[in-house]
């Protein structure tokens, strides 16, 4: 048997290994990128070479020059980053793709929601060849359990929303929900720098975000249940200005003002609620609440909105906590039981 002197995830990515102290322990790259490593190898497999080694464009049968990719990848940030999900750091996301260590399925995948919009014909004309073969490059490492997994498989999800198949997005959702409860996330790693913690807590409740919604729309069951235990994301801008390396461990107990995505959570997480209370009073029979508990879960709604960050600036965050834990009640001036 055959020691590899690099692991699986660095010769993918072409970047040189440096091995842990201890036998088995993760590389320091991987360990940093919160990566599953892999340092025992067989017979040197015949993994794909990478479809974005650093330095060069893209090799298919049209080649995408390296200023497009970048300028997908802009796009990207700028349309759909923070708003479906928020998965990544956007200085983080860039320095790996100019480096060639993004993984090619979600690298491909980046640039296929992106590709659409793109200002030149032949680039726009790819986005679903840029698709499908994001779809092969997961399947190839689907049993690799790590954080570009997880982002992976969200994004060819989201794929597969916009190409109208609801079946593989809500199986390439629920591979993300699995992988995700398999890492424990948002568990942060001894190694983890401040960008990648927040990463693992954006991610967690991206996937939670999305099960709220999805769930609802395939009448499904979720698989990512409501938690407090978990901080919510800090503020963006806050976010944005870290730099790699910094170790600011936020402390559980100690209050802190949510960003945008903090309150959307707060939202969905009422929204939740008062899913759950329409299906169980559809099932039972039960017959709708007084109005005057109507308009209390409409203030309750209105809460956020009012209290929300404006241009993320600090803004105290007093009674939120309520909504937490508060009873949800159908809406003002709609009918979840109407009759015949």
């Known amino acids: 048997m055959k020691v590899a002197k690099s692991c699986r995830q660095c010769r993918l990515a072409k970047r040189r290994c440096t091995p842990g102290t201890l036998p088995r322990l993760a590389c320091t790259l991987c360990a940093q990128k919160g990566l599953e490593c892999s340092f025992l190898a067989t017979k040197a497999p015949n993994y794909p070479k990478s479809i974005f080694p650093a330095g060069t464009a893209l090799k298919h049968s049209a080649e995408l020059r390296d200023e497009v990719r970048d300028q997908l990848v802009d796009l990207y940030l ?16 860039k320095s790996r793709v100019q480096a060639g260590s993004l993984p090619d399925a979600t690298l491909l995948s980046v640039l296929a929601l ?12 790819r986005a679903k060849d840029f698709f ?18 997880v982002h992976a498989a969200t994004l060819i999800g989201n794929l597969c929303g916009v190409e109208g198949d609801s079946k593989g997005e809500s199986l390439f959702f629920g591979i993300s929900f699995r992988m995700a409860q398999i890492l424990r996330l948002p ?9 990648m913690r ?35 994301p800090m503020l963006e801008l806050e976010f ?12 559980m107990g100690q209050s802190h003002s949510p960003g945008l995505w903090g309150y959307m959570i707060i939202l969905a997480r009422i ?27 409409a203030r309750k709604l209105r809460a956020p909105c009012q209290a929300g960050p404006r241009s993320n600036v600090r803004r105290p965050t007093s009674g939120l906590s ?9 809406l003002p001036g709609l009918n979840p039981y109407p009759g015949p």
């Open 78 to 93: 700028k349309f759909i980053h923070d708003k479906p999900h928020t998965l990544f750091h956007p200085t983080n996301l």
């Open 271 to 297: 929204f939740g609620r008062r899913a759950n209370s329409h299906i169980s009073a559809g099932a039972r029979g039960i017959h709708p609440q007084p109005s005057h508990q109507r308009e209390a879960l």
């Open 198 to 232: 927040e990463i693992k807590t954006r991610t967690y409740w991206s996937l939670y975000m999305i099960d709220q919604w999805s769930s609802a729309g395939l009448d499904m069951p979720r698989q990512i249940f409501e938690t407090s235990q978990h901080p919510l």
């Open 322 to 330: 309520s909504l937490f834990n508060s009873p949800i009640l159908p």
């Open 187 to 195: 568990g942060a790693s001894p190694q983890d720098d401040t960008i």
């Open 114 to 125: 992106e590709a659409r919009f793109s200002d030149e014909r032949n680039v726009r004309e």
């Open 132 to 149: 499908h073969k994001a779809k092969e490059s997961f399947k190839r490492t689907l049993d690799d359990v790590t954080l570009d997994n």
């Open 240 to 251: 944005w200005k870290l730099r790699p390396g910094e170790q600011h461990v936020r402390n």
